[in-house]
């Protein structure tokens, strides 16, 4: 079976003044984007493409691990929800929050994204979902936070823990079963030479404990994340050997060949438990291709 990976999207709408007054992180990100130029990193024109490729690509899963809008109004959750339309209505979908989707204060984070993905989030806290021959943890790690230090929420690595024992694997590999498990996070653990990732005023504060837990369990096969918009893979240690983390880079990414900047995604392909091959697409200025060379040949 083929998953397709997408992060990054960053859908982008101007906001209204009541966006800006409802949250101090969204004054900052509204800064950044509208007058230090970031919202030239990401283009509609790219965004449309992914949707696009996605439909010809037609996976069996598509797993998307994040911020899918700039500042998470009203108006780019919406939009969001408008542009993915054909790929939920299609294809079975699991969604998690990034940090720009939780840019307000909520009682759980990701409440408010919840209110237009929430049949492919989960009521909060991790989830566990199958979808034939591959299951995905979804565990978030991500909270209103001044300087985007993201942080698993209380319990969340307990339950998470608990959800991994409910398949009844336990230091067993899944590929016995037939099953590959990917866990899903926003956050990197690594960075792309493979050390902790930094800096501390946005890294994970906690990626050491969520480390710990993932090197104490047979279960994972491989960690997905983006946050980080350039991609790259590297791995973590696990109790059957490196696991391999994965971040296609940003699928909403400007086409700037100059700064070697474009979007991007991957597809994996599962068989019986294992993950056979990364297979991963940039944007070519009019459409989405595979990556000269193979997945990650070209660098970030
Ligand atoms: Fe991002
Ligand atoms: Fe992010």
Redesign the pocket.
């Known amino acids: 079976m083929r998953v397709l990976h997408f ?2 999207l ?1 859908v982008q709408r101007r906001p209204r003044l009541i966006d800006l007054v409802t949250g101090p992180k969204r004054i900052i990100g509204a800064l950044n984007l509208y007058l230090l130029g970031r919202r030239s990193h990401f283009q509609r024109v790219v965004q449309e493409g992914l949707v696009q490729a996605i439909l010809e690509q037609a996976p069996d899963v598509v797993v998307c691990t ?2 899918l809008t700039a500042l998470a109004t009203d108006d780019e959750l919406e939009a969001a929800h408008a542009l993915l339309r054909p790929v939920y209505e299609r294809f079975p979908f699991v969604v998690q929050p ?3 989707d939780t840019y307000v204060r909520e009682r759980r984070p990701g409440d408010r994204m919840r209110r237009w993905f929430g049949p492919w989030m989960g009521p909060g806290g991790p989830r566990l979902v199958r979808h034939g021959g591959a299951a995905f943890l979804t565990v978030e790690t991500c909270r209103a936070h001044l300087t985007s230090r993201g942080q698993t929420p209380p319990g969340e690595l307990a339950k998470a823990a608990m959800l991994l024992d409910t398949l009844g694997l336990r230091g067993r590999d899944p590929a016995e079963e037939g099953l590959l498990l990917f866990w899903c996070q ?1 956050y990197p653990l690594r960075d792309r030479h493979g050390a902790p990732y930094g800096p501390a005023g946005r890294c994970l504060a906690d990626a050491a404990a969520v480390e710990a837990l993932l090197a104490s369990r047979s279960e994972v096969g491989a960690v997905l994340h ?4 350039h991609g790259f893979r590297t791995t973590v240690p696990g109790l059957r050997g490196p696991v391999p983390v994965l971040n296609p880079g ?1 699928g909403g990414y400007a086409h700037l060949p100059a700064k070697r900047r474009t979007a991007h995604f991957s597809i994996y392909d599962v068989q019986d438990g294992a993950l056979v091959s990364v297979e991963r697409f940039a944007w070519q200025g009019e459409r989405f291709a595979p990556e000269p060379g193979g997945a990650y040949a070209t660098g970030g």
């Open positions: 992060t990054d960053h994040g911020d990034g940090n720009h926003h983006g946050h980080e918009h940003a």
